[in-house]
């Protein structure tokens, strides 16, 4: 053997056990970084475009024709309006899309009382003020919704088309980019139904409607904790496929993230994170299951 063929065995070598596993061939990336933007914006459909990020405390903004102000540090609240089915002529309606990044939670106050907690690379698109028969808004990503009770005016949210319907309820809307279509009602009802199928699903508290890539429903009970602990600013999974886990993390940290094991992806944990922690941090955890070894390179993390 030559020296050279000889140097190259040996680097390998050395690699391969300063990685402390075998390499593999095929990694699988589950989730990809992106260069996403780092503020949460509010754009309406005069053209207006604020980056709420810079915008102080308690400022209220009169850029644009409604009356908003910006309550914390991560919540925007418009004043509380009345839904009226009549407007003036002079009145100005803007549609109003709220876009939360990677990496950040948020807090809306809609104009109608109902709270939406946002969570990261997330997008709504909503009235500056209700009117009509519905209140209707559209989701792109996750949001956790709180809404205000009013039963002559119903409360609906719109995504990739689906409908879910509520009167006054606690419930959860996920749907992110190539993913299935999550609603989980935490309490009160909700009616869900999608544009392709007649008639519609009704959901109990506790239980989640998927529609699922194959065009149909799946309705399980599930666990809600995982629901109240992400609006509050954690991370928390129990009995989740550590795929999934990853994806979370992937989303929030924007980072790549690669399965050197495939075998792994279906392994189920349980892990509790604040979200606020620092990368290192988050994947520390995850390294003390010992079932798994997790390393950080650069802006990807590789699971093996």
């Not at 919540?75 to 709220?98: G, W």
């Not at 907690?117 to 009235?127: F, G, I, V």
């Not at 989701?139 to 009167?167: C, I, N, W």
């Not at 009616?191 to 799946?218: F, I, M, Q, R, Y």
Request: aromatic share 10%; proline share 4%; charged share 20%.
């Amino acid at each position: 053997m030559t020296t050279g063929v000889a140097a190259s065995f040996l680097i390998v070598f050395l690699y391969t056990w300063y990685r402390g596993y075998p390499v593999h061939e095929n990694p699988y990336m589950v989730f990809q970084a992106t260069e996403s933007q780092q503020q949460v914006t509010l754009q309406t459909s005069t053209g207006k475009h604020i980056a709420l990020t810079k915008v102080p405390l308690k400022e209220e903004l009169h850029a644009i024709s409604t009356s908003l102000d910006k309550a914390d540090s991560a919540e925007l609240t418009y004043h509380d309006v009345p839904v009226n089915t009549q407007i003036a002529i002079e009145e100005k309606i803007e549609m109003h899309v709220l876009s939360v990044p990677r990496g950040q939670n948020f807090k809306l106050v809609l104009p109608d009382g109902t709270n939406v907690w946002m969570n990261a690379e997330s997008r709504l698109t909503y009235p500056s003020r209700f009117t009509g028969n519905e209140r209707i808004v559209q989701l792109s990503g996750e949001a956790y919704f709180q809404v205000t009770k009013d039963h002559s005016h119903p409360f609906v949210v719109q995504t990739d088309g689906l409908q879910a319907r509520v009167l006054g309820t606690e419930l959860n809307v996920r749907h992110y980019v190539n993913g299935e279509v999550h609603v989980t009602l935490i309490n009160g009802k909700v009616e869900v139904c999608h544009e392709s199928e007649d008639g519609a699903v009704c959901l109990n508290p506790g239980e989640e409607a998927t529609w699922t890539e194959n065009s149909k429903w799946v309705i399980k009970n599930v666990d809600l904790d995982p629901f109240i602990y992400w609006k509050e600013g954690y991370f928390y999974f129990d009995n989740t496929p550590l795929s999934a886990v990853m994806k979370e993390l992937g989303r929030w940290y924007n980072i790549n993230v690669i399965f050197e094991n495939k075998e792994l992806m279906d392994l189920k944990i349980r892990y509790f994170c604040v979200r606020n922690e620092t990368l290192e941090r988050a994947v520390t955890l995850l390294n003390h299951m010992k079932k798994i070894k997790v390393s950080i390179s650069g802006n990807t993390v590789y699971l093996r």
